[in-house]
């Protein structure tokens, strides 16, 4: 069986690195561990203004990926404002079905946990654990969809924003 090939990224590209956000590759370079070589992207995640090596061979296993392109950002946009079904009311099963698809990191399931949690917080209160998955998923999104589509943060949070009370 061959091994699919890992996608490469260039120095001084944007990706998104699920549940961190949108990082930058600052650097990709050799270190010897274990008395192996290995190959690092050294990425710059501006939200936490924190610095990551991750393995070039262990990107995709980690869901390492490019930004979405503008088509997708805009999907993930309109998305937020359809029809949903609504979600347990078990806090704790929405909780890990949330925690799982930010783990996915797509942006449409970002996009997802986003909506889901805006309507049911308007339902009842989220709990604190969930209120920190909501305020995260929202970062996410509104980082990678600010990038994609070449607009301020804060424009698209006020986009985002519309879109859910619509």
Known sequence: MSKAKATTY???????YPSQGVGK??????????????????IYLEFSDMTVMVP????????????VDKKE???ALAFISEEYAPIPSDWKLRYQMNL??????????????????Y????IKELP????????SAL??????VSFSLGKSKETIAELIRQRLES
Not at 119 to 122: F, N
């Open 10 to 16: 260039s120095v001084g590209q944007r990706i998104v």
């Open 25 to 42: 590759i600052s650097a990709i370079q050799e270190k010897v561990f274990k008395d192996t070589k290995i190959l690092y992207y050294t």
């Open 56 to 67: 070039v061979d262990k990107a995709d296993e980690l869901g390492i990926r490019a930004i």
């Open 73 to 75: 950002a805009e999907r």
């Open 100 to 117: 799982d698809l930010l783990k996915k990191g797509s942006v449409m399931d970002i996009a997802s946990v986003v909506r889901s949690l």
């Open 119 to 122: 309507h049911r917080s308007k």
């Open 128 to 135: 604190i654990l969930e209120r920190k998955l909501y305020d």
């Open 139 to 144: 970062n996410l999104l509104q980082d990678e």
